[in-house]
T-cell receptor, first 113, second 112 residues
Framework: DTEVTQTPKHLVMGMTNKKSLKCEQHMGHRAMYWYKQKAKKPPELMFVYSYEKLSINESVPSRFSPECPNSSLLNLHLHALQPEDSALYLC????????????FGEGSRLTVL | QQQVKQSPQSLIVQKGGISIINCAYENTAFDYFPWYQQFPGKGPALLIAIRPDVSEKKEGRFTISFNKSAKQFSLHIMDSQPGDSATYFCAASNEGDDKIIFGKGTRLHILP
């Protein structure tokens, strides 16, 4: 199984809502990532978890809150988002944190009204 | 010094032609150079990757050429097909560093 599964595929939320994005991998990878991608731009790193511990936070606003319940699961909790946060949110995993071979999910398309 | 510069921004190639995308980097500590392919509405997928100890790597119709002295690497797609139409990102990373650096992407369109 070489898949990274993300849910939901599409999400529309208001600025006062609380929602969560979910990601799952069963490749035994020990590093998991959240990326944000705007149209016609490369993925932009948000968070990295290594061995279930937060390793990197790229100065992401606190309205985005990551969580890694176990080595297979990664969540991104969303609260009080702004319209400019509308983007494709990509989850990725890699065997270890420092390898460049990332396996991406299909992403969650988020629209903030 | 952490940038990876990618060109062209967009590319149109006839079916059967050769598509060439170029990337340049400054950080000589980079030791892994992957290319990712992204179709609309999908996540990026690793296409092919190279390490600086070789000058070329070929997988099917896809070839990476690597010039260590010039700090440049390129993706060649031979016999380009309409199904190759996608956005391609070059990238670079260094084992021990904290993240992978992406180029800005090339939107490739293959004319049928």
């Amino acid at each position: 199984d070489t898949e990274v599964t993300q849910t939901p595929k599409h999400l529309v939320m208001g600025m006062t809502n609380k929602k969560s994005l979910k990601c799952e991998q069963h490749m035994g990878h020990r590093a998991m990532y959240w990326y944000k991608q705007k149209a016609k731009k490369p993925p932009e790193l948000m968070f990295v978890y290594s061995y279930e511990k937060l390793s990197i936070n790229e100065s992401v606003p606190s309205r985005f809150s990551p969580e890694c319940p176990n080595s297979s699961l990664l969540n991104l909790h969303l609260h009080a988002l702004q319209p400019e946060d509308s983007a494709l949110y990509l989850c990725a995993s890699s065997r270890l944190q420092y390898t460049g071979e990332l396996f991406f999910g299909e992403g969650s398309r988020l629209t903030v009204l | 010094q952490q940038q990876v510069k990618q060109s062209p921004q967009s590319l149109i190639v006839q079916k059967g032609g050769i598509s060439i995308i170029n990337c340049a980097y400054e950080n000589t500590a980079f030791d892994y150079f992957p290319w990712y392919q992204q179709f609309p509405g999908k996540g990026p997928a690793l296409l092919i990757a190279i390490r600086p100890d070789v000058s070329e790597k070929k997988e099917g119709r896809f070839t990476i050429s690597f010039n260590k002295s010039a700090k440049q690497f390129s993706l060649h797609i031979m016999d380009s097909q309409p199904g190759d139409s996608a956005t391609y990102f070059c990238a670079a990373s260094n084992e021990g560093d904290d993240k992978i650096i992406f180029g800005k992407g090339t939107r490739l369109h293959i004319l049928p």
